[in-house]
């Protein structure tokens, strides 16, 4: 059984920064393209942003340039490093392993994060 844990949410005022951790257990973490997701409050979840078992990342719009994530395959984690944070970046934020229209493991607890002044 897979597990998924995020850390590291908060209350970031807008411009500001901040890290997330997701540490994965029960698999061969290393095989799986992660992802970060996020869910607004009434919207969707959402794909931002994936990093292969190589290290090739990839980013929609709405965050690129501003977020980064990165993956330490030894350690089994994969992070999201955020920027330049805007309100609408206000979600819960969730990793994942995308699959063929669905993702691959169980959903973790996620971490909320606020952008507020």
């Known amino acids: 059984q897979v597990q998924l844990v995020e850390s590291g949410g908060g209350l970031v005022q807008p411009g500001g920064s901040l890290g997330l951790s997701c540490a994965a257990s029960?698999?061969?973490?290393?095989?799986?393209?992660m992802g970060w997701y996020r869910q607004a409050p009434g919207k969707q979840r959402d794909l931002i942003t994936t990093i292969t078992s190589g290290g090739n990342t990839n980013n929609a719009d709405s965050v690129k340039g501003r977020f980064t994530i990165s993956r330490d395959n030894a350690k089994n984690t994969v992070y999201l490093q955020m920027n330049s944070l805007k309100p609408e970046d206000t979600a819960v934020y969730y990793c994942n392993a995308p699959g063929l229209g669905s993702t691959i493991f169980t959903w973790g607890q996620g971490t909320q994060v606020t952008v507020s002044s």
């Open positions: 029960g698999t061969i973490f290393s095989r799986y393209t």
